[in-house]
């Protein structure tokens, strides 16, 4: 039977594709922990008290790079090159979610503007990686391979969503909440754009690893096309949603540590 679950163990059981999924995951984990470092090294003076949670935010990405090379380095393999059709966080960048690039690496203090768009991409792009580990949770928790790090990335994930919840209500509240509506459509209507063409990519390299027939391969594309087609109608509203998150201050602390694989 075809299913997320089946799909998820034959790119685990395979090396080439097991190289390839960790190899996307670590450099969009790694990009997304600079991008977090230079924004908190940036945090216009009026909101120097949001720089400690940023920088907690980079740094948990940061650790999870680092997973993803180990889980690959536990089973001999070495990083692949990333298709550049698969590198959703820089394909986010270049279509203007988020801040650009150019900015944050620049030595000038950022706008509270900036830090509401930062935090409203977030607020989507921590959505999705929240539901994406959350199936890989369902399934592979208690895996002997990949079960520790499956938990401790979708911990930290659900901790960073509610922090992108808490903090944005808070700038609402300071009177930003117009800017924060129009942001957060604007960035949720492209990722969901930008997530299909992505998945359709990654699914495309995984079938001529894995040797999928043409008949699974247009099965798989079905099923993200009409992912797309439930969140182009109006599932992309659960990424603009706002409020009080049950974990407060979610960032409030240091990073964890990544756990050791021997």
């Known amino acids: ?27 969009g984990e790694s990009q997304g922990g600079w991008e977090n470092a230079r924004i908190a090294a940036l945090v216009p003076d009026s909101e120097r008290e949001l720089a400690p949670k940023i920088t907690r935010h980079g740094a948990d990405e940061d650790k999870h790079g680092r997973i993803f090379n180990a889980l690959m380095k536990k089973r001999g393999l070495d990083p692949v090159p990333v298709p550049p059709e698969t590198d959703y966080t820089m394909l986010l960048e270049k279509n203007g979610i988020g801040l650009a690039h150019e900015k944050l690496k620049r030595d000038e203090r950022l706008t509270v503007q900036d830090i509401v768009t930062y935090l409203s991409h977030s607020r989507v792009t921590e959505q999705r990686a929240s539901e994406q580990m959350e199936l890989l949770r369902k399934h592979f928790a208690d895996a002997a391979d990949i079960g520790r790090a499956v938990r401790q990335i979708s911990n930290d994930e659900d901790n960073h969503l509610s922090y992108c919840h808490e903090e944005l209500l808070r700038f609402a509240h300071a009177g930003h909440g117009r800017a924060i509506q129009r942001t957060l459509r604007a960035c949720a209507l492209a990722e969901i754009r930008i997530h299909r063409d992505v998945s359709l990519a990654v699914m495309a390299h995984m079938g001529r690893i894995l040797g999928w027939s043409r008949a699974r391969s247009a099965v798989l594309a079905a099923g993200i096309h009409a992912l797309y087609a439930y969140e182009r109608l109006g599932g992309w509203r659960r990424m603009v949603s706002l409020k009080m998150p049950e974990r407060r201050d979610a960032l409030g602390g240091p990073a964890s540590a990544a756990p050791e694989f021997a």
């Open 1 to 27: 039977m075809l299913s997320a679950k089946s799909v998820f163990q034959e790119i685990l059981a395979n090396d080439e594709s097991f190289a390839l999924f960790c190899s996307i995951a670590a450099s």
